[in-house]
């Protein structure tokens, strides 16, 4: 996997490459994954990747994992605080990748 700023996206913003695949992630601090999820799709379609995931410090909200769920989009949404996470976020971002 390589993991790469993408200069013509905002800060936070980051595109992730493996195999054939691209997938665009962006942070969210302090964001229940609304905004995070958001720019994270906008990024995927700048980037034209594969599919979005939105890093978020806290829970998300319902409605946003309702909307992930159901969006028939490759789109996640992922809690990562430290370390204890990392787990987590692998694994979202590897079923993206799927």
Avoid: N
């Avoid at 790469?4 to 595109?15: D, K």
């Avoid at 962006?26 to 906008?42: I, K, L, Q």
């Amino acid at each position: 996997m390589r993991i790469a700023a993408a200069p013509e996206l905002p800060a936070g913003t980051w595109s992730v490459t493996g195999l054939r695949w691209r997938i665009a992630v962006a942070a969210g601090f302090g964001d229940d994954g609304s905004h995070a999820v958001r720019d994270a799709e906008d990024a995927a379609y700048r980037l034209r990747a594969d599919g979005a995931l939105a890093v978020i410090d806290g829970p998300a909200a319902a409605g946003v994992l309702a909307y992930c769920r159901s969006s028939g989009r490759p789109v996640d949404v992922v809690t990562w605080a430290d370390t204890r996470h990392d787990g987590h976020l692998t694994r979202a971002l590897v079923g993206l990748f799927q």
